[in-house]
């Protein structure tokens, strides 16, 4: 069955930078897209980041363009968030989520169970 | 950006209820809609995509319809585990966005 399993979440400290991972089994991870989707405390869900099935094409949220980064490793069936210049704002948990297509994007069928990032001074 | 509002925003209702969620993307999207169900605590659970297709595994007491701008999910005999707050997607472009959530919860 499709897993998804994120990694590297934590506390740290406004303007400092963190590399979050997330694991996928149980599907061909090279052929799909993948999201990272956040979640703000009591709030409502907003998109991050898309790549590609190949890694060609990324899309990011306004919020966070030139300080994020979504990278993936297809021989290891890995997808990575690069999170840099923090702010109070991107407190959020953050999930993974696999697209049904491999270039357009149609749905997110498959979600991880989130990891935390906390940033506070 | 495409600007998704849900309404109502929150919903009490009871068991064996139907009820409908209804989605107002702010420009066409043809039917570049997903459904979502999330729990407290969880993560949120694909239901809906493509406006009217029935993920694998969901109940079929839920549908969704609709196209252009102006979509439904309905939940024809509400259950207990159905308490829960629930969201639409556009897919349709670029940045990818959410409605703001309706939390349906017992009357």
């Known amino acids: 069955q499709v897993q998804l399993v994120e990694s590297g979440g934590g506390m740290v400290q406004p303007g400092m930078s963190l590399r979050l991972s997330c694991e996928a089994s149980?599907?061909?991870?090279?052929?799909?897209?993948m999201h990272w989707v956040r979640q703000a405390p009591g709030k409502g869900l907003e998109w991050v980041a898309l790549?590609?099935?190949?890694?060609?094409?990324?899309y990011y949220a306004d919020s966070v363009k030139g300080r994020f980064t979504i990278s993936r490793d297809n021989s290891k069936n890995t997808l990575f968030l690069q999170m840099n210049s923090l702010r109070g704002e991107d407190t959020a948990v953050y999930y993974c989520?696999?697209?049904?297509?491999?270039?357009?994007?149609?749905?997110?069928?498959?979600w991880g169970q989130g990891t935390l990032v906390t940033v506070s001074s | 950006d495409i600007q998704m509002t849900q309404s109502p925003s929150s919903l009490s209702a009871s068991v064996g209820d139907k009820v409908t969620i209804t989605c107002r993307p702010s420009?066409?999207?043809?039917?570049?809609l997903s459904w979502y169900q999330q729990r407290p605590g969880t993560a949120p659970k694909l239901l809906i995509y493509?406006?009217?297709n029935l993920q694998s595994g969901v109940p079929l007491r839920f549908s969704g319809s609709g196209s252009g701008t102006v979509f439904t999910l309905t939940i024809s005999s509400l259950q207990p585990e159905d308490f829960a707050t629930y969201y639409c997607?556009?897919?349709?472009?670029?940045?990818?966005?959410f409605g703001q959530g309706t939390t349906l919860d017992i009357k």
């Open positions: 989520a696999k697209d049904k297509g491999a270039n357009a994007i149609i749905t997110n069928d498959y």
């Open positions: 420009q066409t999207i043809n039917n570049y």
């Open positions: 493509s406006a009217s």
């Open positions: 790549i590609s099935y190949n890694g060609d094409n990324k």
């Open positions: 997607q556009q897919s349709y472009s670029t940045p990818v966005t």
């Open positions: 149980g599907f061909s991870f090279s052929s799909n897209g």
